[in-house]
């Protein structure tokens, strides 16, 4: 709770001790702008819960979808969240239906995934559990339009993208998303695998969260590529 608090602090100045709280800002920055009180919102990747926290504080009229595929964290998500307009799965997401082995980091479970990664922590307690996979486009109502979604799947982020298309191509909605080495590389997708997917495919553009804060140009591919190769960034947003 202390650290919590301490970490909102922060965030609230401007102060970034690390690049994943400079992302927190910069991400909290965005849906200010772009969601409205009554925007309906998908959280990939829920944990637990901070950002389904933001979207029913910036859209507590909007309707909102969230996916945590580990049981624990799902059942204490379904505890916290009594809401009508929260709609909750316990499910991993990707571009096909099924089952898959999931790796579940017991003391690191930000870093869990269906993939094995790089870890940031020197003995990973990994317990691997069967999980169900689903599509975006199965899931969402066809009529439900999309405003803001957030997607944290420690690479598997192309494979939700992918099953989101038909929704992603008729709402065009702001999408943050990471995508980042030592995460998307285990799961063999490349720069441009996602800009064809975003932006060839779906019509959108592709932006740091800094430079579309600041009216910046969209990334080109080349540029876009740079950056991932580069590390200079892991955490874009994806937009009409």
């Known amino acids: 709770m202390v650290k919590r608090i ?22 909290i920055q965005i849906m200010e702008k772009v969601v409205s009180e009554s925007s309906n919102c ?30 624990v964290m799902f059942t204490a998500l379904q505890a916290k969240y009594p809401q009508k307009n929260v709609h909750l799965f316990n499910t991993a997401l990707s571009d096909r239906k099924g089952t898959t082995s999931f790796n579940y980091v017991r003391n690191a479970p930000a870093y869990s995934g269906i993939m094995k990664r790089k870890y940031d922590v020197k003995t990973p307690d990994i317990e691997e559990i069967n999980v169900r996979i689903e599509l975006l486009d199965h899931i969402i109502p066809v009529e439900q339009s999309i405003q803001f979604i957030k997607i944290d799947v420690e690479g598997a982020e192309y494979g939700v993208l992918k099953g989101a298309k038909m929704f992603l191509k008729k709402y065009k909605p702001f999408v943050v ?11 063999f ?32 591919l080349m540029e876009f590529k740079a950056s991932y190769e580069n590390a200079t960034d892991y955490y874009f947003l994806a937009h009409h």
């Not at 301490?6 to 991400?27: E, V």
């Not at 995508?179 to 998307?184: D, E, H, V």
């Open 6 to 27: 301490i970490r909102n602090f922060l965030t609230t100045l401007g102060i970034d001790l690390t690049k994943n709280l400079k992302y927190d800002r910069l991400t």
């Open 42 to 71: 998908i959280d990939v990747g829920c944990h637990k819960g901070e950002m389904l926290d933001l979207m029913l504080k910036y859209a507590p009229l909007g309707t909102h979808y969230a996916f945590e595929p580990i049981p």
């Open 177 to 187: 998303f990471e995508f980042g080495l030592g995460a998307s590389d285990y799961y």
């Open 189 to 220: 997708t490349t720069p441009e695998m996602m800009f064809e997917l975003l932006v060839d495919e779906c019509g959108l553009r592709i932006s740091n969260l800094s430079d579309w804060l600041k009216n910046k140009p969209p990334l080109t």
